[in-house]
């Protein structure tokens, strides 16, 4: 993972990043890295308190939550272009990994490429339910 990484994860798509934050946070790295989760409601965000004591432990560890079917004190809506920017997580020089649905992961393709992001700096994981 090279310096400035962006993982963004639709529900249960956080499983691999949840894995590569514990080993970050284990191995001491010292990459800044934003998650960003979009889920359905609050109750389907797993690894709540393991993700906020890796954060916790890594202080270059960014976790942005968003919901699109409940309202709550957080990000609202779906993943987009708007709430990259509001986080700081648009940029052509960043690493991006993608896992969740289909439509999502082809989205956020669009908004990297629209955004001069390389391909060589896009990595995705085939994830269909």
Known sequence: IKNKVVFIAGGIGITPF??????IVNQKKSNQITLIWSNKT???????????????????????????QEKWNGEIGRIDEQ???????????????ICGPEKMKKNMIGILKKNHVPIKNIQFEKFNL
């Open 83 to 97: 709430k990259l920017k509001k986080h700081h997580a648009l940029d052509s020089s960043y690493i991006y990994y």
């Open 42 to 68: 609050a109750q389907d965000i797993v690894y709540q308190k393991n993700l906020e004591s890796l954060r916790q432990n890594n202080p270059d560890i960014s976790i942005i939550h968003t919901l699109t």
């Open 18 to 23: 949840y894995k590569m934050l514990m080993c």
